[in-house]
């Protein structure tokens, strides 16, 4: 009887797919002096992020594309029953608007983080030197996308309700300047701007994107059930669903890694030091909305529990 | 048949339990698989549209033909789950006609006979098949009929029981907020109904030396009403109740849907499964992203059996997307647990299609399952439902497999 001891589908769609790992001189064929070649081996291959068989990596979850499909399939659904549904009430036409003020600069510019998100994690699916974090980094990848077309939606939605407060128009603007975006803006900017492969997925995913659960996804929840605001508040309780499969990955892959006892110092002094800009982006943040203080202290507590579940020890 | 249980229990060299297979169905599958002293009866239905006596029939025939494979007869029967369609009026005319289908189940029926469950559905499989019939039987003798005082009783005498205790498993029949003559209670209050019904269940349990810890299964058939979202908002409800109810951690798996119910003003009714040996959840990769019932456990491992609640992959896709994806997600359980769709022993899957998928739901359907799972597969029984409780979803399956 004998299926159970086939591998499974998830191992056959994700595991060992790169042929750039295959050969440490020319991962991307031709020239070793090619700039490419000499990219990967300098920030992938000679990353202070070391494991022999990074290969062994398996997602927790075992998304592979088709599960990612059905399952992204049922949560946009419910997201389109939730959109749906609170156009029919008239519920933006309902919000206070001094809060649709607050949503028009600490909401709707969230496309840009987004959109900082999908590119840092598409970097990530370029440089990962295992097929299977390749994958996670996709789905992450799509994930972002995913909220930053759902946000963008709601730009559009928001706009028509109230032509005259700049949505659509000011969020560039908000990004680029309003104080409470420039703590995620710096950490997001510098993550970019990170091209060891090993420091990125630190800044990233046991940083950056945490922080933006934490320190924007959840204060934001809060702050809007605070104003009756009952959509953007289910909108972030599903995007959340997002980010902590994120966790989830990057817990095991953490995990992976420590197996090799010098990554425990590489990843703890990374650890250190990205957390001040991921502190001061939940300090700006949280500054804009109500309550912000005890948010704040709420989301770096939580990024701080993350932490140490991984097993580092600095900070 | 003695003969028979003692065979079944013996296991290959695997520690799979031997098992076998009856013919070949309507729907392609097994008409039955015996396993460890247990016969499991997939979906039996009439071959040919005609009134509902004529297929009740015809249903009940196959079914004692199905069990006579193994040498077993209606006495052995222990659960029994009837799906029935009825189209005319609504109120007291669908109380007449179940009466009507239900005379001529009482020809076949022994006496004390299974727990029962009667669902008024859409089709059974398809529109046209007014009655479809599955159930399980037990082959060694011993099981002790549970009919707690405090329950409710038929509309007319009939040999069903609201219990059977065969060793470590109750089947629990179908329970409903009615009373001693089979009218509902608490008319139109659903959160009541379902305390009441959960009430009669906890009854049966603990006279059958179980609580609500040991439940394995519990199967919710609610007031579908006139559109997923108002079904939907019934069943938060009774789930609420639920939630009230059932103390955790340790929970049952649950499976959900909507129908019409039998008596005027009912809406609701609860069957399901208790084992005293449940041991432990199954948390297959990937579920927690799963669109499902957050608080129940996928599936329950109780000794050899593995018990998998309502899996489906709700959203846009189409039906025969939806049932690949829902197989997809039975096999990655059936693989955390250790087994493979060669365990299987019994599959419901129970579909609410768009219009246009309507005609050919059920060949649909036949045809994304056996290319999935390998010959001679589980028995099965598909229904077509009102509607289910997801957004977009067209297909819930739920599943008994066996090492």
Known sequence: MGSRKRPSEYEVVSYKLHYRTRNPQAPYEQSPNLRMNEWYRKHVFNSPLQHPDWDAFRDPDEVTYRAYCTMQDGQEQYVDGLLNAHDNDKHDASLPEAWVD????????????????????????????ASTITNCAVFQEAD?????????????????????????????????DAPEWQGFRELFEKVMATYDWGECFVALDVIALPTLDFGFLQPLKTAAQGQGDTLTALLCGNHARDCQRARRWTAALVKQSLDVKTNEEVISDWVAKWTPLAENAIATYCAGLPGGSELATKASASLATFKSELGIAKD | MNAHTNLLSLRDEDGDTKRLFGPKGALGFPVAIAIDG???????FASADSNIGVQTAAAF???????????????????????YVYEGDEGKDVTDFWEKMTQVRLRYLADPGPAATALRVVGAPAPGKLISVDGVAVLAPG????????????????????????????????????????????VGEVEEQARIALRFIHNVLTEGGHDWSDLTTLRIGYQAGASPEEGRATLDKILAVVRETIPGPRLPTLNAFGVDLLYEGLMLEIDGISIKSRTMEVVPPGSHNWMQFEDHPVALLAGPELYIGGLSAPGGASLVAQTEASIDRLNVTLREAGLGY??????????????DEAVAAVETITTALTDYIPAPGPVVSIVRVKNLPFPGQRVQLDAVAIR
């Not at chain 1, 996308?145 to 706009?159: D, G, K, N, P």
């Not at chain 2, 247990?38 to 039996?44: E, I, L, M, N």
């Open chain 2, 38 to 44: 247990k016969v499991y009866v997939g979906g039996q």
């Open chain 1, 144 to 176: 972002c996308f995913r909220w930053l077309s759902r946000v963008a939606y709601r730009t559009r939605e928001l706009a028509n309700t109230y032509p005259g407060k700049g949505f659509t128009e000011n969020e560039r603007s908000y990004w680029e």
């Open chain 2, 342 to 355: 060669e365990n299987l022993v019994k599959l419901t899957l129970l579909y609410a299609p768009d219009e």
């Open chain 2, 143 to 186: 099981g002790k009929r549970i009919m707690p005082e405090d329950s409710w009783d038929w509309s007319i005498p009939t040999p069903f029981s609201q219990g059977w205790l065969v060793g470590d498993t109750i089947y629990l029949g179908g329970q409903i907020a009615a009373d001693r003559q089979g009218a509902a209670v608490a």
């Open chain 1, 102 to 129: 607050t949503l028009a600069k600490i909401y709707t510019p969230a496309r840009y983080l987004l959109a900082a998100g999908q590119m840092a994690s598409a970097y990530l699916v370029q440089m990962a030197p």
């Open chain 2, 61 to 83: 025939d196959g079914l004692q033909s199905a069990l006579s494979q193994f040498d077993a007869d209606m006495s052995h029967l222990l659960n029994l789950r009837t799906y």
